[in-house]
């Protein structure tokens, strides 16, 4: 399979506004401004791997398509919400990425 994932803000968080502040706000807030199944996604790409993996697929390559700048990820990081703020600038910043895997054969 091949998929690519934007992480970044969507609808009412779309540009012109940055692309991860919609991050920062508390769940309950999140919540009320986004109908279920039609919200920016929250995970982060680590949390889709794990996911990947725990459903007998095999991760053959992943690529960042579109990184946000440090500068920005290291403004936003005490703001973010506290099961996120201690994750590296790096997967922070993924705001585009693709993922190549495969399920082995039985």
């Not at 791997?49 to 990081?77: N, P, W």
């Amino acid at each position: 399979m091949l998929h690519k994932i934007d992480l970044s803000g969507h609808e009412f968080f779309e540009d012109p506004l940055p692309p991860l502040d919609f991050q920062t706000y508390p769940d309950w807030l999140y919540g009320l401004m986004f109908p279920k199944y039609r919200r920016a996604t929250r995970r982060l790409q680590d949390e889709y791997l794990h996911s990947m993996k725990d459903t007998g697929f095999q991760i053959i390559e992943t690529g960042c398509l579109r990184q946000a700048d440090a500068d920005y990820v290291g403004r936003i990081r005490p703001l973010l919400r506290r099961k996120i703020r201690g994750n590296s600038d790096e997967e922070l910043g993924v705001l585009d990425w693709y993922v190549v895997a495969a399920r082995p054969r039985n």
